[in-house]
């Protein structure tokens, strides 16, 4: 009876020996660490740096039509008449490159929205870049009457400069800055899905819409 009594109680104590250093064990076992992705996202979309998106050709033909005439007043009241001395014509092709590009390495947490599953990635604001505007002088057209002077230098300059701003006044036309967030867009979206964010669950956006009126702010100044 002894001997039975003596082997029970080696087994419970056994057990209970096994049942604390299981609960020891369980007590110092690490808790999940949970890692903050957003300044590993911010330093993956800052090596971007400045990010071509989207680049256009444009060619755009500015005419000219001029007569000679000549103003006054007789009487008080004002008049002007042509001078039968013929006209002068003119047709300049210019050609023109625009770029869009967005500068990521100012990017930081500030550009990040995150709730729950979701993430925002708002882009700084693009810029364009006009980087050359050039005449065609081979394709040249002009018409001059035999009484009138050739145009000069300094007014194909003057025209030159007329194209280039109708070029910047059609810019919101092209669609270049809806084309640099999608692009950029294309470059972001695998990042974000590498941390494991899913595509359905990633917004890349500006943080305006932007119109005309804020075209000078997004130009700047090319290599002309």
Do not use: W
């Amino acid at each position: 009876r002894n001997m039975k009594f003596f082997i029970s109680s080696l087994i419970i104590s056994l057990a209970l020996l096994s049942a604390c250093t299981k609960s020891e064990k369980q007590e110092v076992k690490p808790e999940p660490v949970s890692i903050d992705t957003i300044p590993t996202m911010v330093m993956q979309i800052q090596k971007c740096s400045r990010l071509y998106t989207t680049e256009y050709k444009i060619r755009r033909i500015i005419t000219h039509n001029d007569k000679k005439q000549m103003s006054g007043s007789i009487m008080s009241k004002k008049f002007t008449i042509d001078i039968p001395v013929g006209e002068r014509q003119i047709a300049i092709p210019v050609n023109a490159t625009l770029k869009a590009y967005i500068d990521l390495s100012s990017f930081s947490a500030d550009n990040i929205r995150k709730k729950g599953e979701k993430i925002e990635v708002v882009l700084p604001d693009p810029q364009i870049i006009m980087t050359s505007t050039k005449i065609d002088h081979d394709e040249v057209k002009q018409h001059v009457a035999m009484l009138r002077s050739n145009f000069t230098d300094e007014e194909l300059t003057r025209y030159q400069q007329q194209g280039r701003d109708s070029i910047i006044n059609d810019i919101p036309k092209l669609g270049l800055i809806e084309a640099s967030r999608e692009s950029s867009a294309r470059t972001i979206i695998p990042i974000l899905e590498q941390m494991g964010y899913k595509q359905e669950n990633i917004t890349v956006t500006f943080r305006k819409r932007f119109t005309l009126s804020d075209l000078p702010k997004l130009l700047k100044n090319g290599e002309i």
